[in-house]
């Protein structure tokens, strides 16, 4: 059987999570990512039989019954995943409708998964119903958008517009938007099922005042999102204080819209 730090998933997990560190995301033990995995390739690395330990999760989630998932540790640090990976990350399999995970590979040291377990499954539930090809749910702390969290008003509607207002690309990345809760409880079923709800209608959802999750079909798109979304919140902070003498207007989105042949969030435009 081939060894699985030579899996393609695992050498691109490990090189996303290091470069997320290296973008200063992922301070300490922030941030977390969960990659769904199709079975018949873990089979190629693992005896998907031999099941190490069984982790309780304290949620139900009936939808990834047996579904596979390369997930990060919680408590653990981004920084040293490249060092140690079969510590900082481990393979788990859901089981018993969601109640419990079974451990396949990693979490060596007798660890678990991120404690924002709940929120990364739930919103891998939500987004598979929009798109059966969702594989990755990300979170992190990114600097410019938890600042425009305190700064900015969190309605969804008027933090994306101002987000597509700041760089061109934006409206053609992430047309869906950005959805914004209030600051909440994290680590709980709570903020997991408000994550869920708001992954519906979007693939950005950001924490106020704490960071953002993206979802995507890989790590490269879903990296790029929140880089995207980051970039914009970066060049507001940068002129939230200024005078604005010009900025992308709605006609302008519109001219993206038609020439790329993307469709921004339906309202969130001026019409
Ligand atoms: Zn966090």
Known sequence: MKSILDAPFMTEMIRTITNMYNHGWDERNGGN?????????????????HV???????????????KYFL???????????????????GLVRIADGGKSAELLWGFA????????????????????????????VMHCHPANLLAMTHVHDLNSRIFTRTLWQMCTECIMVFPDGVNVLPWMLCGTNEIGLATAEQMETAR???????GIYGAGADLDETFGLIETAEKAAEI?????????????????????E??????????????
Request: proline content about 5%; overall charge neutral; hydrophobic content about 40%.
């Open 109 to 136: 040291d007798g660890g678990r998964f991120t404690s924002e377990f709940p929120a990364h499954m739930m919103s891998h539930a939500a987004r598979l119903k929009v798109n059966p090809e969702n594989r990755v």
């Open 258 to 271: 038609a020439h790329f042949g993307v469709k921004a969030r339906e309202g969130w435009l001026e019409r």
């Open 71 to 89: 997930v990060t540790g919680t408590g653990k640090y981004f920084k040293n995943v490249q060092y140690a990976p079969e510590i900082n990350l």
């Open 236 to 256: 507001y902070m940068k002129i939230a204080h200024l005078p604005w003498k010009t900025t992308i207007t709605d006609d302008q989105m519109r001219l993206l």
């Open 33 to 49: 990512i969960s990659l769904l995995l199709d079975e018949a390739l873990v089979r190629e690395y693992l005896d998907v039989e």
């Open 204 to 210: 950005l959802v950001v924490w106020s005042q704490h």
């Open 52 to 66: 190490l330990r069984t982790i309780p999760t304290c949620f139900t989630a009936p939808a990834l019954e047996g």
